[in-house]
């Protein structure tokens, strides 16, 4: 899978400019850049599409944090990650959930299928990421879990 460039700036997320279908796609494009093996080496872009507070639900049954989930990216092996069956949900202005199916493909060993759901939130971005990705606000997903089936 290639690497895509996502456009992060407030132009691209911020409610006011879009609808919700753009918004999904918006939404999709990023849950499909953290799945990009390439993007996952790219700590910095990673590290400002999650909340300072982001939690996972990993499927061992372990809790991550954003520290973790760092540290872990570190050291994967490449998994390829494709999606289906996104749907996106605006909870509140600035908090969407996004749900979908998703196949993990590991090299020596057998697909596995999840069922994944995400919060994202729309915030101003920290300082130290507003000249790597965007200036203004930008979604950042608070919570994510996957659950194998």
């Not at 799945?35 to 599409?49: E, G, N, Q, T, W």
């Not at 939690?55 to 991550?64: L, P, Q």
């Not at 954003?66 to 490449?78: F, H, M, N, R, V």
């Amino acid at each position: 899978m290639a690497t895509q460039s996502y456009n992060f700036s407030a132009e691209s997320s911020n409610l006011s400019f879009m609808d919700r279908d753009h918004l999904a796609e918006h939404l999709e494009n990023l849950e499909n850049f953290l799945f990009d093996p390439v993007a996952r080496r790219d700590i910095s872009a990673v590290s400002a599409l999650l909340a300072e507070e982001f939690r996972e639900f990993g499927g061992s049954g372990r809790t991550y944090t954003k520290l973790d989930i760092l540290a872990e990216l570190s050291t994967e092996q490449p998994v390829i990650i494709t999606l289906t069956d996104f749907v996106c949900q605006l909870l509140a202005p600035t908090v969407a959930l996004v749900t979908y199916k998703s196949l993990s493909s590991h090299e020596n060993r057998a697909p596995t299928q999840a069922l994944r759901s995400s919060v994202w939130v729309l915030r101003s971005l920290p300082k130290q990421y507003s000249n790597s990705l965007a200036e203004g606000p930008v979604w950042q997903m608070m919570f994510h879990q996957g659950t194998r089936f």
